[in-house]
């Protein structure tokens, strides 16, 4: 695993904010983890990039130990906070030589390198500009531009789209996509269910310090009450016929249709449809499964995340 976690704690003074926390993230994936403000996010992340000490826990990132190996771990990892690194004063290539230099890159490989990141966050014509005069979509470009300069294997997403018009989301969300496809993990934290939906190669829900629920956004969504399945008939008579077989059924007369309780999953469907088959035509099957909203709310009691 590229980020391994087993019994991770954390206090300050008397206020427990992490208790015994247990992940694993496996190389070329994103976890994305959600919590309301005050569970445990961000302390997580601060750890885990060797900015705060744990109080006790097994914690290892990119194949070394978080304590006792706390430069390799550094060498091998990016951070991208909620807010921008960015420097107002430099231009956007200068900002990417300045991370260079402090990554101690020789001269000519550090300008290679920000040409490259330039290119690829398609800030090649803003690149001599000053950063003070980048939308908030071209400094969050830019920012995690900087977080890449050194080559990280692992990356910490700290609400990375916050702010973000939906269109600037999505393009960052479709860079997250790029480097996971050349092998790079992400631990990810957002306010947006939506962005962990989309994400997320499994998603970790943290109460009061806790991991109270894990698992892919679609796992997570058959948890919670709620989930069914429609099924719309053609005529009155397939309508009455799916009724007399499926007695935990709610009919809507007016639309044809029937909303069968069930939880998205294949045996579940399977079943559902071998009760039909050779007996009832159906017109048209549509499965419906709570979203991370509901499975948040059910799991924490919370009615948003919070970005802390």
Known sequence: MTISVSGLRKAFGEHVVLDGLDLAVPQGTVYSLLGANGAGKTTTVRI????????????????????????AVRAAIGVTGQFS????????????????????????DG?????????????????????????????????????????????????PTTGLDPRSRRGMWQIVRNLVADGVTIFLTTQYLEEADELADRIGVLDHGR???????????????????RLRFADPSGLDRAMSLLADADRDDDALALRVPNDGSMRALKTLIDRLDGRVEVEELSVHTPDLDDVFLALTGQEKVSAR
């Open 48 to 71: 885990l990039s060797t900015l705060i000490s744990a109080d006790g826990g097994d914690l290892r990132v990119a194949g070394h130990d978080v304590v006792r190996e706390a430069d």
């Open 85 to 108: 690194a960015v420097d107002n004063l430099l231009t956007g290539e200068e900002n990417l030589l300045l991370m260079a230099d402090l990554h101690h890159l020789p001269r000519r």
């Open 111 to 159: 300008r290679r390198r920000a040409a490259e990141l330039l290119a690829q966050f398609d800030l090649v014509e803003a690149g001599r500009k000053p950063a003070s005069t980048y939308s908030g979509g071209m400094r969050r470009r830019l920012d995690l531009a900087m977080t890449l300069v050194g080559s990280p294997r692992v990356i910490f997403l700290d609400e």
């Open 211 to 229: 991991l109270v629920a894990e698992g892919t956004a679609d796992e997570l969504k058959r948890r919670i009450p709620g989930g069914h399945v």
